[in-house]
């Protein structure tokens, strides 16, 4: 996180995008009080796992869903 004032930000506006890229929040200060805080909109996003790390994740069942699934249907 990066604070700068008011004229520091005018200043960097043309770096602005590559130094929110590099601290991740820039707070904006006048006369030492902050006033803004800016966040990048896309910077904080994960990336979505694939279908395949999600169901080495999941734990494995003892019995198999099919087996749970008649043995409940011939319980009724």
Do not use: Y
Request: with cysteine.
């Amino acid at each position: 996180m990066r604070t700068v004032s008011i004229r520091e930000a005018r200043n960097i506006l043309a770096d602005l995008e590559r130094l929110l890229e590099a601290e991740g929040v820039i707070t904006i200060t006048r006369r030492g009080v902050p006033v803004a805080c800016l966040v990048p909109v896309g910077g904080g996003r994960k990336p979505i796992p694939s279908h395949r790390a999600l169901r080495q994740r999941m734990p494995r069942l003892r019995r198999g869903s099919e087996r749970l699934v008649r043995e409940e249907r011939d319980a009724s």
